[in-house]
């Protein structure tokens, strides 16, 4: 049996819809994999109870039609689903890395993208590169319709995740139709000083760049509490915060030495509005790993 873990991942960092994602150190997806007449899945793990073993409505189900590799799939959640961690990109990063190896059907990393985003196109009716990109690459991605850029990063983060559900359908839907002229000029700047903090693993610019007033502000409304945690992280020293992919996790860029005290003052902000929420004290880290 094949082994391997893909980490959970945060796309959009604000400025980047659609377009920016990183992979985290921690959680992640453990997948185990041998060849088969035919695709079974087992789920056990976090919010495994709420995913279908249906290979027609599971992500793997999909990446194992597109590379014609039939396998017995044990999937361990380490990723609750609808959390914006990029839970159902982790098992669809995991199983296109595993089955290529297994199969050895001898794509790269970077064609592996494609392949894992139709595992995605399965829960949320669009194939976007965002999560499966980081979760297979690491580090921080780029995604766009010419391919995956890809640069290693170091970056502390806290991860808070609420006790709440958003479906990625659901956080689409609310999404602007339409952005002024003036939004746009300010997402490039963001976009762009984020993408230079990433080069210099510099907490403070990437921060800077998470700053979004389109999709952001919008999404924000579906998370009770968000408002106040974003304020509560900002006081105690993030250099950024905002909705991980499309929620309900709010995610936080800073310094190593203040990671600790954000994260508690994250949790208590959702405990002070009655919402029960666990953090992730994380960093950017590797893709998918084989073992
Ligand atoms: N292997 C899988 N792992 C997780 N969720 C899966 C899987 N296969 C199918 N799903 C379904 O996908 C949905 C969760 O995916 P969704 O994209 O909404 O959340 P997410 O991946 O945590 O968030 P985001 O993409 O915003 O980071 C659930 O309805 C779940 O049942
Ligand atoms: N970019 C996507 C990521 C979620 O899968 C979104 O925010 O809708």
Same mark, same amino acid.
């Given at each position: 049996?094949?082994?391997?873990?893909?980490?959970?991942?945060?796309?959009?960092?604000?400025?980047?819809?659609?377009?920016?994602?990183?992979?985290?150190?921690?959680?992640?997806?453990?997948?185990?994999?041998?060849?088969?007449?035919?695709?079974?899945?087992?789920?056990?793990?976090?919010?495994?109870?709420?995913?279908?073993?249906?290979?027609?409505?599971?992500?793997?189900?999909?990446?194992?039609?597109?590379?014609?590799?039939?396998?017995?799939?044990?999937i361990d959640k380490g990723?609750?689903?609808?959390?914006?961690?990029?839970?159902?990109?982790?098992?669809?990063?995991?199983?296109?890395?595993?089955?290529?190896?297994?199969?050895?059907?001898? #794509?790269?990393?970077?064609?592996?993208?494609?392949?894992?985003?139709?595992?995605?196109?399965?829960?949320?009716?669009?194939?976007?590169?965002?999560?499966?990109?980081?979760?297979?690459?690491?580090?921080?991605?780029?995604?766009?319709?010419?391919?995956?850029?890809?640069?290693?990063?170091?970056?502390?983060?806290?991860?808070?995740?609420?006790?709440?559900?958003?479906?990625?359908?659901?956080?689409?839907?609310?999404?602007?139709?339409?952005?002024?002229?003036?939004?746009m000029v300010e997402t490039?700047?963001?976009?762009?000083?984020?993408?230079?903090?990433?080069?210099?693993?510099?907490?403070?610019?990437?921060?800077?760049?998470?700053?979004?007033?389109?999709?952001?502000?919008?999404?924000?409304?579906?998370?009770?509490?968000?408002?106040?945690?974003?304020?509560?992280?900002?006081?105690?020293?993030?250099?950024?915060?905002?909705?991980?992919?499309?929620?309900?996790?709010?995610?936080?860029?800073?310094?190593?030495?203040?990671?600790?005290?954000?994260?508690?003052?994250?949790?208590?902000?959702?405990?002070?509005?009655?919402?029960?929420?666990?953090? #992730?004290?994380?960093?950017?880290?590797?893709?998918?790993?084989?073992?």
């Amino acid at each position: 049996m094949l082994t391997v873990r893909a980490p959970a991942t945060s796309a959009n960092l604000g400025s980047g819809f659609d377009v920016f994602g990183v992979a985290l150190e921690r959680p992640a997806d453990v997948i185990r994999l041998e060849k088969a007449d035919r695709v079974t899945i087992e789920m056990t793990g976090a919010g495994s109870q709420y995913i279908p073993e249906d290979p027609d409505k599971n992500t793997v189900g999909a990446v194992a039609d597109a590379l014609d590799a039939p396998a017995r799939i044990q999937i361990d959640k380490g990723v609750r689903p609808a959390s914006g961690l990029g839970s159902s990109a982790a098992s669809a990063a995991a199983a296109a890395v595993g089955l290529n190896e297994l199969y050895d059907r001898g #794509y790269s990393r970077e064609e592996l993208v494609p392949i894992a985003a139709k595992g995605e196109a399965v829960v949320s009716g669009d194939a976007h590169d965002d999560n499966v990109a980081p979760s297979i690459m690491g580090g921080f991605t780029i995604a766009t319709e010419q391919g995956v850029t890809q640069v290693d990063a170091d970056i502390p983060l806290v991860a808070c995740l609420p006790d709440i559900v958003v479906s990625t359908r659901d956080a689409r839907n609310v999404v602007p139709e339409t952005a002024r002229v003036d939004q746009m000029v300010e997402t490039v700047g963001n976009a762009a000083a984020l993408t230079t903090g990433m080069h210099r693993d510099d907490p403070e610019l990437v921060g800077q760049g998470m700053h979004d007033t389109v999709v952001t502000p919008a999404r924000a409304k579906l998370i009770d509490g968000y408002e106040q945690v974003r304020e509560a992280a900002l006081a105690a020293g993030a250099t950024g915060v905002t909705i991980s992919g499309a929620g309900p996790t709010v995610m936080a860029a800073c310094a190593e030495d203040d990671r600790r005290q954000i994260a508690s003052t994250m949790l208590d902000a959702f405990g002070e509005r009655g919402v029960d929420a666990r953090v #992730y004290q994380t960093r950017i880290g590797g893709g998918a790993e084989v073992f």
